[in-house]
Every structure is written in C-alpha cells, then in structure tokens.
C-alpha cells in the first residue's frame, strides 16, 4: 500500500490537529500513513533554523489560533498547562513500540496526544509515558521495565535516528507531510494535502 | 459600513492572493475593506523578527507553496524574475493616492500586484509605479510630477506612519487580516476570516 509520511512532534498544537484527520484521509485514498514523532527543537537547531514561536507577538497570536484551528476543525483541545511539553519520552516510547509492538504504536501517539490536548497532563512524564506504553500493549514490560527502557541508550538512538532521518527530507516543523515527495508544512494544508492525494 | 483591515507587502505572494479573494469575500458579509500596504521587512524589523524565508529550506518549499496555493484557488501567478522586489515606491504611490483620490488607490494596488505576480514586472521601479499611478488618475500629475512627488518627504512620512500604525496593530507578515479585533495571518486562514465574518 502506497504511505503518506507524517511528521511532528508530541507538543506542537497543529501536529495534534493534523494526528486527528490523517488517518481519515489517507484511507479514503487508500493510503497508510507512516508516523514519525521528532523533537521539533533538534530538528530545527540542526537544520539552523530559531525555535517556533518564540517571539512574545507570534506567541500572542497563535495562542489564539489554536483554538480557533480547533474549533473550525471540530476536534477537541484545550492548551495543556504545562505547554510546550519536553517530548523525548513520549518519542523514545513510540519507536520502542514501532519496533516491538508496530500495531500498538499509533494508537499509543494518538492517547498521548489526547492526553495532552484534551485532559491537560503532564506528557513529560516518564511515569505518564510508561503507563500509556502499558495501557497499550505489554509487549515493552510492566511500568518498571518500560520506564527502565526509555533511559537505555538503545531507545535515544531510535530517537537520534529518526530526527537525522527527518533532517535529511528537509523537516522543518510539525505537522509536516510528505506524499510522494512533495512536502506539505501545516495543517492548514489538509486540503492541499487531499487535492495532491484526489490527483495522484 | 463596517470594515475589514487588511495588511499586506506588494512582493508576498501571499498578500497578493489574499488581495485577490478578500474583497468579494467582504462584499458578501457587507463590508468594506481598508488596504494598508507596508514593507514587511520594516515592520519585523521593528518588532524584532527576522525576515521571513531567508532560511534555504524554508524558500525552497515556499516557492512550490506559493504555486501551489495559487493553483488550488483558481489565481494567476508566476514567481517574477525579480522576487522579492523593493515596494517602497508602490506603497509610497498607495498611500498618495488615498490621501488625493482615494476611489483609485486598491485598483492601483490590484494592477501593481498582478503587473508583478502575472506579467513578471519589475514594481521596484520608480517608473513603473508612476505609469500605473498616471493609467489610473491624473490627481497626482503627469509621469515627471508623480515620480517627483514619490521621492518627497510627505510620501515617506505617510508610508512611515502606516507601518508604525500596523507595529501598532501586531501585525507581523503578510497578508494579515483585523475583523473586529480579531488577527488573521496568512492567506490560509480565509477560511477562518469568513466564519468570523458569517458569525459577527
């Protein structure tokens, strides 16, 4: 089956937004989308590029935007107390489980999403982290071993991986997409997104 | 009659997409709107952003976007040879006009964008921005009058005071959009501009 490569990271608002419709329309064109959680940070520290959204007035503005987003959308989301979150848990944890447990890995990214957007926990939490593996699967141990696993070397080289692999195809946020090669950034490229999908 | 703001640069394709749907999407909620074109560059530069696209990666998908978005909404556009071209002349021209034949200055604006962004024109130049001006109105003077009074420091100072005006606003790209207090940036977010104008 032909994929859609779907990257962005655990803590960016519109990466949520886009988690929550892919899915849909990649399979009214008989696609499959491949995720791939980055830490947005490195990503764009090694491509030369500032953090997003750091400045006072764009912060100001797509604070607001969120919601809007959201609500245009119709997906649920509040801002999480603790955002921007640290994501390399929740990104070690996916990759562990795309290598161990593959069928359980989406659906563990898309409850830390929802944990995050919707019910406003703390996704930096290891200990939220293992329990949301274990709820999932228990293909990576019990609480204890999961938690155990994320700290190995093993887990931050899948990591490492992923985020040069994203470099390489020219990531620079989230969500971005990729179909076929051509690169769609944001969410609000849905509908670019579904024309490219329509005509290929 | 209620207003629509709306901020643009002569060289951000963007702004001239925007340009070319906000004024019917206006009409249709009865409204009018207020062009206020700025140098973008002045305006980060005030408030403390870089300039936009400068980063390689970022103009390299950027320029298929700009196509792209183009051709999803039904706009002629080509990247002119001389993209990003200086608009202080244009915008100078803009605001001439509104102050001295106010009924003439968007369908200026509108023949400055489209000479750029379908014929490829070079709006950097004085004297086509004076031969635009005179195609529209003789209230400036002839071709020599209006390049004179381009360079005068009336013009500067009403341009000037449009971009302290939109720093004023928050505004921080192009094109952006105020309804009611309410900020839109970027061409994407028409969509959004008409459910605010459906639901105030």
Redesign the interface.
């Known amino acids: 089956m032909k994929v859609i490569d779907f990257y962005f990271d655990f803590s960016s608002p519109y990466g949520y937004f886009m988690s929550e419709k892919i899915g849909a329309t990649a399979k009214r064109y008989g696609r499959t989308v491949h995720w791939h959680p980055v830490l947005l940070f490195a990503v764009l520290r090694s491509?030369?590029?500032?953090p997003p959204f750091e400045?006072p007035?764009?912060l100001?503005?797509i604070t607001?935007?969120f919601a809007?987003?959201a609500k245009?959308s119709g997906i649920e989301y509040a801002l999480p107390p603790t955002f921007p979150a640290s994501t390399q848990n929740a990104a070690r944890a996916f990759y562990l489980l795309n290598e161990k447990a593959p069928q359980s890995a989406i659906a563990f990214a898309q409850s830390v999403l929802r944990k995050f957007f919707c019910d406003g926990l703390d996704i930096s939490s290891l200990e939220l982290i293992s329990q949301i593996v274990c709820s999932q699967t228990d293909a990576l141990g019990d609480l204890v071993g999961v938690s155990d696993l994320l700290k190995t070397q093993a887990a931050k080289s899948l990591l490492q991986n992923a985020i040069a692999q994203a470099v390489d195809k020219?990531v620079?946020g989230s969500p971005f997409v990729i179909i076929d090669g051509?690169?769609f950034?944001?969410f609000?490229?849905l509908?670019?997104i579904e024309?490219k999908l329509a005509s290929s």
């Open positions: 491509v030369g590029l500032p400045h007035i764009k100001e503005y607001k935007d809007r987003s245009q020219k620079f051509e690169p950034f944001g609000d490229r509908m670019h024309q």
